[in-house]
């Protein structure tokens, strides 16, 4: 019997468990640009992204839900806190597409959601 629930269990895992369509077409050449550009500035440092990072700025998931031209301000210029990376206006937008990709495979900070039977979470 214990064979059989492994089974089952282990198919489920590896189809349902690991389906990863969702948002899988904003993952372009421009936002896998963009990923590195993330990196190559540690951005890291100071921003969670899914939860994860550092704590100085706000976390970046779902910050395109505020707009393109507001999240495109702060790369431009920086802030007084955030400093001004001076770059180039295709790293900009590599940077965006980057964080619309985010936007569409996570919700972070999660508020609001359910607990489904298996005992994972659906988002509000
Ligand atoms: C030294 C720390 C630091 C680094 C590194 C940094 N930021 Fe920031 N960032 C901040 C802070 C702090 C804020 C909040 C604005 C403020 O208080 O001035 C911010 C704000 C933002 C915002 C607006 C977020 C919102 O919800 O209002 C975006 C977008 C952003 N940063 C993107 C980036 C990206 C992309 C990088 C990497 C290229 C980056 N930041 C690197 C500190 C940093």
Redesign the pocket.
């Known amino acids: 019997m214990l064979v059989v629930f492994n089974i089952l269990y282990s198919s489920l895992v590896y189809t349902i468990g690991t389906d990863n369509t969702k948002g899988e077409s904003f993952y372009t050449e421009n936002a896998k640009r963009g990923q590195l550009?993330?990196q190559k500035?540690?951005?890291t440092?100071?921003?969670q992204l899914y939860g994860l990072g550092g704590y100085?700025?706000?976390d970046?998931t779902n910050?395109m839900a505020?707009g393109e031209p507001y999240?495109k301000v702060?790369?431009q210029y920086g802030?007084?806190?955030?400093?001004n990376?001076h770059m180039q206006e295709d790293e900009i937008n590599s940077?965006i597409a980057f964080?619309k990709y985010a936007d569409k495979t996570g919700t972070s900070p999660i508020k609001h959601f359910d607990v489904n039977r298996d005992g994972t979470i659906t988002p509000k």
Request: one cysteine or more; proline letters at 8%; a positive charge.
């Open positions: 550009l993330y500035y540690n951005c440092a100071c921003h100085m700025g706000p970046l910050v505020k999240t702060f790369l802030t007084q806190r955030m400093p990376f940077l964080l």
